[in-house]
């Protein structure tokens, strides 16, 4: 029996090597269908950094004509130092020893390098201006992040990290690849020095700004991550998080922000950068609209009592006013039911409403003799409603007005036994 090799990883000496070829060392068929290579320019999800995607193929083809693309969703380290390549679709007349071509999806490498490269310089600004370590790094679809180790963070420390490292980058300084071992890296002033596993240890140096241990791919000029622009900052339990995006991300992102900016900005029809000034104005005049609606409504409630009362008869030594409304809401004759009862001391309310949704409203004066929440319960069971109360104030609401009539008609009736 073989023992199994390591993969030779080829992106180690060259992140810009976007085709390869290399034999097959073996065929796996579960849980997912997988290839393991001799060598390969795939890189494996580590460090922060999210593996690639690409295609292999037969390199010959076969008898038939030309060999079909096989699809790489997703590719991983075996803890023996292997690199396993997932494929999409189940593999056919593919065993060991056949020769394969690899195609790296280079718009996503590209993607990844930028990003990854962007956090080395990022996280070197922070320790050169503030002194704030990173502890980790995520690697997103949309955006990337940093956890910096540090009880504060300000704005002006956010931007004075982002120019340094966006200066950084126009530089175009190298950034170059060195390999060491662990007591000789003991003496070079690491930003950062991997758990000892390995007694060899690949330095990634930006020229005369940052030098740390890392497996991952990247640029070999500053000048190819193009730019950095940090967005969102906040308080994590071990520090602060920094969502940063670089490259094309940081202008596919500005162009988004642009894009929404405008198109609040034509809402006000005001100019971008007067967006929040006329949001804080049209927050304030809703502010004022809906006191002076509350307003309004406390009148209206308070009138309409007045004259709902005044033209309802005294009968059993009570007044009981039973309304549907088609315009207001629950709110609106809540505030109804609650004037009546305190302008009159022997009412009774038995209101309802259809509009938005159905809702009624039962209250009686204070110190009348019926339970308002019992009759309101008694009223929703036949209508199929849910909600209840207290003696003199109730409230539910009913799927459909249907019956809504019949049953307020006959809560009154209830009423006068
Ligand atoms: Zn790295």
């Known amino acids: 029996m073989l ?108 993607d990844h390098m930028q990003q990854h490269s962007a956090q080395h310089v990022l996280s070197a600004a922070f320790v050169r201006l503030f002194n704030m370590p990173t502890v980790s790094f995520h690697m997103g679809d949309d955006y990337c992040s940093i956890d910096l180790d540090t009880a504060t963070l300000t704005k002006e420390q956010v931007e004075a990290a982002e120019k340094l490292a966006n200066e950084v980058m126009i530089d175009n300084r190298p950034v170059d690849v060195h390999y060491v071992t662990r007591d000789e890296a003991a003496g070079l002033g690491l930003r950062k020095l991997p758990p000892a596993e390995r007694d060899q240890l690949r330095l990634i140096d930006v020229r005369d700004f940052d030098l740390t241990a890392c497996g991952g791919t990247h640029v070999t000029q500053t000048g190819q991550i193009g730019g950095i622009l940090l967005r969102k900052f906040e308080k994590v339990r071990q520090g602060y998080r920094v969502e940063f995006v670089a490259g094309q991300r940081a202008v596919v992102t500005a162009r988004r922000d642009y894009a ?90 038995l209101l309802a409403t259809t509009h938005p949704q159905v809702a009624l409203v039962f209250a009686q004066s204070a110190g009348q003799a019926h339970d308002m929440g019992a009759l309101m319960k008694e009223v929703l069971s036949k209508l199929g409603g849910r909600g209840g109360g207290s003696k003199d104030l109730a409230q539910g609401g009913a799927p459909s007005a249907q019956g809504l009539e019949a049953a307020l008609a006959g809560a009154a009736e209830t009423l006068n036994r």
């Open 3 to 110: 023992v199994s090799a390591m993969t030779d990883r080829l992106y180690y000496s060259d992140s810009f090597l976007y085709n390869f070829d290399a034999e097959v060392r073996d065929v796996l068929e579960s849980p997912r269908p997988a290839l393991i290579l001799d060598r390969t320019a795939f890189y494996p999800t580590s460090g922060g950094q999210i593996h690639d995607t690409g295609w292999l193929s037969l390199a010959d083809g076969d008898a038939a004509g030309a060999s079909p693309k096989l699809h790489v969703t997703e590719v991983a380290d075996t803890e023996d130092g292997r690199i396993v390549h997932y494929l999409e679709a189940p593999i056919k007349d593919i065993r060991p020893g056949a020769r394969i071509h690899g195609e790296i999806d280079a718009a996503h490498r590209r």
């Open 260 to 349: 929404t900016l405008t198109e609040t900005a034509s809402l006000f029809s005001a100019h971008i950068y007067d967006v929040p000034q006329q949001v804080g104005k049209a927050l304030e005049e809703i502010r004022a609209l809906r006191k002076q609606l509350e307003q309004s409504q406390e009148e209206l409630a308070d009138s309409q009592a007045s004259s709902l009362l005044a033209e309802t008869p005294e009968a059993n030594g009570r007044k009981l006013i039973t309304e549907i409304f088609a315009d207001r809401d629950l709110n609106l004759i809540k505030l109804l039911a609650q004037k009546i009862t305190r302008q009159s001391p022997n009412a009774v309310a």
